[in-house]
């Protein structure tokens, strides 16, 4: 069974169609979520963090239809969230804040500390636990904002652009963290960057203009690629421009 | 250091500080009523009337920001109780406070119109955040307050009793009726939408 169910999905920002009737369904694992700047990217993300209501489809998580109040309460305790732009409290502490959404989520105060101290040490922030966020780097303060989406081991993890303003090797080390969390959760990533698609992600998910414009593992994107003589620095940079073409001008490519 | 869920929504809030601006506001309308010797005449009480609950309405409109507003969308329970709690406690606070400024001849700008008009301002104040975001909660409200004050000295009708409602001198209806109006709405509006976000959702 999928953890996550989406049919039908369309979301509408003013004038625009940002999703046109999306149809996906996810379950373990790391989903890599690729488009262009304003394909939906976002929206699908906001919408299944439940952050964004649809203007019409159905969004099925773990099971529950998230539209009705109730339900979508009790998704929320097993949800961790990544925005793109999360926001913070000046004045806490990276123990404080990732404590302050252990506490939106309702975790049991017994087991509060422990998560948040077990949070910030996974994403490699141990020694800094009790530094005034204000005061961490870029890199830092989103690498806060992944501890925040974990504290409360969540079962679907959904994570906008998450690795912007990482470097390398934090970039390197956040994705090993991916591919643990892959294991048991359903893991949404958006992003840009085709490599942390190419060595993190057990499928891609394309996105055009609000619809879906490939569905494949990495490995057969790349394989796409290959086979058009696409443009791209890489494999999968080659498979993003054939598979973005072929969606843009149907029957010129196949997959 | 604290993980309290409660003291850090608090502090996420900036209650602490705003409780302190409050106490602030309210040693400030005590050392003006003084200033203007409005124990020799009520009248004089007037600009304190008007705008001490115009800086406390701005203090609470303010406090009403979040800084993670997209987090705060995702929190398992609804947040009308903790945004009912939070506007109620501190506009009792400031209606507790304000008056002590102008004790005695109740009838003429004493308490119950310090206490209607934080009620009055603090609605619009509330409708504001909703409507601009809490950061800029205030100017509505110091607008239209600056506007009566300015413009509403030789007005005449039944009506003045409500528009210029922060100017009437007590009881009269029309004026209670409108800054309870203004709070019942801003106050609802604001626990059913909450504050719109200052950030890039905005």
Known sequence: MSTIRVTGLRVRHRRTLALDGVDLAFGPGVHGLLGPNGAGKTSLIRVLATVAEPDGGRVEILGEDVADRGPRGRVRRHLGYLPQEFGYYPGFTVREFVAYVAWLKEMPAAGTDAAVERAVARVGLADRIDAKVRTLSGGMVRRVGIAQAIVNDPRVLLLDEPTAGLDPEQRVEFRELLRELGATTAVIVSTHLVEDVASACTEVTLLERGRVAYRGTPAALAALGASTGARGDSPLERGYTAALGAHRAPGEVTR | ?202
């Open chain 2, 1 to 202: 250091m604290t993980t309290s869920g409660p003291l850090l929504y608090a502090r996420s809030r900036a209650l602490p500080v705003t409780l302190a601006a409050l106490a602030g506001t309210t040693a400030f309308a005590v050392w003006a009523a003084r200033l203007l010797d409005a124990y020799l005449d009520p009248d004089r009480r007037v600009p304190v009337v008007a705008l001490a609950p115009l800086l406390a309405a701005a203090v609470i409109g303010v406090s009403l920001h979040t800084d993670s507003a997209e987090l705060d969308r995702t929190a398992v329970r609804p947040w009308w109780p903790r945004r009912l709690t939070h506007l109620l406690a501190l506009t009792a606070l400031a209606s507790a406070l304000l008056p002590a400024a102008v004790l005695g001849e109740a009838h003429t700008f004493g308490p119950p119109a310090m206490i209607r008009n934080t009620l009055g301002c603090t609605g619009l104040t509330a409708a504001a955040a909703v409507l601009l975001g809490a950061r800029s909660s205030w100017l509505p409200a110091f607008g239209y307050v600056s506007a009566v004050y300015l413009g509403s000295a030789g007005a005449r009708g039944r009506a003045v009793t409500v528009w210029a409602w922060p100017m009437q001198p007590g009881a009269q209806s029309g004026a209670w009726a409108a800054a309870l109006a203004a709070f019942a709405v801003g106050g609802a509006l604001y626990v059913v939408r909450g504050a719109r976000p200052d950030g890039p959702r905005a």
